[in-house]
T-cell receptor
Framework: GAVVSQHPSWVICKSGTSVKIECRSLDFQATTMFWYRQFPKQSLMLMAT?????????EQGVEKDKFLINHASLTLSTLTVTSAHPEDSSFYICSAREFQRGGGELFFGEGSRLTVL | KQEVTQIPAALSVPEGENLVLNCSFT??????LQWFRQDPGKGLTSLLLIQSSQREQTSGRLNASLDKSSGRSTLYIAASQPGDSATYLCAGGGGADGLTFGKGTHLIIQP
């Protein structure tokens, strides 16, 4: 299957700092990537849809000024958590849809666990 | 807005049993339905993808069905093994939209 890579896999930061998470499609081009957040023992919740070359579309309740998304190329999307606070601690997972071989199957990165102290 | 429900929330069975995980969704106009496996602290592994025009998909001991008219999907696991222990997530989506996930079924296969 197609491969989506996320980096870093885990990060610990102090409250008030900003953290950037990268999501790369390694062997296919992704015009659209999706960012999810998963709190402990909860399911994945879609945060935003990242579109290559245009602004991201955010789900209701997600602060676009806090969670900055950039999709600069067909293989890379970044999520920056600005001025992180302890309540932002979560598991962030990106995904991309691969149409050429997968018929629209969604592939996920390994996730990035953020802990804000 | 799509809502996905998974039943049961947790399941524990002895090794070797066949089992069925259930998923229901509210909006039948889905592009496809996907089943995932998630191990503790890990990302998602895609198990099966059923496109809206399909009724089922099979991969090894796994079989997933889709009934759009009733808004249901099932994941059948044959001859379960301890290595199958994980959380199984069902998700439905539409085209350019992201997937909407259920809360998952936490499965434990007892050796």
């Amino acid at each position: 299957g197609a491969v989506v890579s996320q980096h870093p896999s885990w990060v610990i930061c102090k409250s008030g700092t900003s953290v950037k998470i990268e999501c790369r499609s390694l062997d296919f081009q992704a015009t659209t990537m999706f960012w999810y957040r998963q709190f402990p023992k909860q399911s994945l919740m879609l945060m935003a849809t990242s579109n290559e070359g245009s602004k991201a579309t955010y789900e209701q309740g997600v602060e676009k000024d806090k969670f900055l998304i950039n999709h600069a190329s067909l293989t890379l999307s970044t999520l920056t958590v600005t001025s992180a606070h302890p309540e932002d601690s979560s598991f962030y997972i990106c995904s991309a849809r691969e149409f050429q071989r997968g018929g629209g199957e969604l592939f996920f990165g390994e996730g990035s666990r953020l802990t804000v102290l | 807005k799509q809502e996905v429900t998974q039943i049961p929330a947790a399941l524990s069975v002895p090794e070797g049993e066949n089992l069925v995980l259930n998923c229901s969704f509210t909006d039948s106009a889905i592009y496809n339905l996907q089943w995932f496996r998630q191990d503790p602290g890990k990302g998602l592994t895609s198990l099966l993808l059923i496109q809206s025009s399909q009724r089922e998909q099979t991969s090894g001991r796994l079989n997933a069905s889709l009934d759009k008219s009733s808004g249901r999907s099932t994941l059948y696991i044959a001859a379960s093994q301890p290595g199958d222990s994980a959380t199984y997530l069902c998700a439905g989506g539409g085209g350019a939209d992201g997937l909407t996930f259920g809360k998952g079924t936490h499965l434990i296969i007892q050796p």
